[in-house]
T-cell receptor
Framework: GAGVSQSPSNKVTEKGKDVELRCDPI?????LYWYRQSLGQGLEFLIY????????KSGLPSDRFSAERTGGSVSTLTIQRTQQEDSAVYLC???????????????FGPGTRLTVL | AQSVSQHNHHVILSEAASLELGCNYS??????LFWYVQYPGQHLQLLLK??????LVKGIKGFEAEFIKSKFSFNLRKPSVQWSDTAEYFC???????????FGQGTTLQVKP
C-alpha cells in the first residue's frame, strides 16, 4: 500500500511569507506526528495528532507555527511570517495508534525541504 | 525531559570493518528504544526496536543493538559493513504516552569500498 506522502517536496519562499506543508498519512493510521530536521538541531518533535485533535503541541517553536488535521487524515503544517531559521526539512510520520506500544511503529514520509531566503 | 545522545557524529569505515555506534538515553524508567536509518535521498526507516524481553535485538540488514539498562545505552552494531550501509543513523526513544520520538543528533556513516 501507499506510504506517507508529503507535498511539496521542496519549497523556497521569501522571508515574511506564509507557507503550508501537507502530509497524507497511511490510510487507517490514527496518530500523526510532525518533526523538523535541521542542521545543528537534528530531528525535533513538533506536534502530535490523535485523530483530529492535537494533545501535544509542545515542540512547536513559536506561535508562528500551527497545524491542523481534518477527517482524521490529511494534516497541514502552517508557518506564518517565515524566518530564515525556519529553513529545514519537515517530516511527517504516522502510526496505527498512538502511545508507546510495540505495534506503534512510526512510518515516515519523504519530507518537505523548506528554504527561506 | 528525556534526551538521547549519540557519541559519534561522523564515522568512516572500510568495507568488512565492524561497526558500533553509541547511543545513551537519559530516562531511568521503562523505555522503548529505536534505531532509524536514512539512506541518501531516502526517507527515515526503522532498523530495529527494543520494547522488552531479550536485550539483544536483531534488525534488518544484519544490524543488531544491545540494551544495557545499567549503562542507559542502546548501541548499534554490525559485524561487517558494506558500502550500501552508507547512511545517517538515528537513535530514538519514546517519550511520554503519546509515542512521540526523541532523537539523538545522528551519526553519518561513510563506508569506503
Amino acid at each position: 500500500g501507499a506510504g506517507v506522502s508529503q507535498s511539496p517536496s521542496n519549497k523556497v519562499t521569501e522571508k515574511g511569507k506564509d507557507v503550508e506543508l501537507r502530509c497524507d498519512p497511511i490510510s487507517g493510521h490514527t496518530a500523526l506526528y510532525w518533526y523538523r530536521q535541521s542542521l545543528g538541531q537534528g530531528l525535533e518533535f513538533l506536534i502530535y495528532f490523535q485523530g483530529n485533535s492535537a494533545p501535544d503541541k509542545s515542540g512547536l517553536p513559536s506561535d508562528r507555527f500551527s497545524a491542523e488535521r481534518t477527517g482524521g487524515s490529511v494534516s497541514t503544517l502552517t508557518i506564518q511570517r517565515t524566518q530564515q531559521e525556519d529553513s529545514a526539512v519537515y517530516l511527517c510520520a504516522s502510526s496505527l495508534r498512538s502511545g508507546g506500544a510495540a505495534y506503534n511503529e512510526q512510518f515516515f514520509g519523504p519530507g518537505t525541504r523548506l528554504t527561506v531566503l | 525531559a528525556q534526551s538521547v545522545s549519540q557519541h559519534n557524529h561522523h564515522v568512516i569505515l572500510s568495507e568488512a570493518a565492524s561497526l558500533e555506534l553509541g547511543c545513551n538515553y537519559s530516562y531511568g524508567g521503562t523505555v522503548n528504544l529505536f534505531w532509524y536509518v536514512q539512506y541518501p535521498g531516502q526517507h527515515l526507516q526503522l532498523l530495529l526496536k527494543y520494547f522488552s524481553g531479550d536485550p539483544l535485538v536483531k534488525g534488518i540488514k544484519g544490524f543488531e543493538a544491545e540494551f544495557i539498562k545499567s549503562k542507559f545505552s542502546f548501541n548499534l552494531r554490525k559485524p561487517s559493513v558494506q558500502w550500501s550501509d552508507t547512511a545517517e543513523y538515528f537513535c530514538a526513544v519514546h517519550s511520554g504516552n503519546t509515542g512521540k520520538l526523541i532523537f539523538g543528533q545522528g551519526t553519518t556513516l561513510q563506508v569506503k569500498p
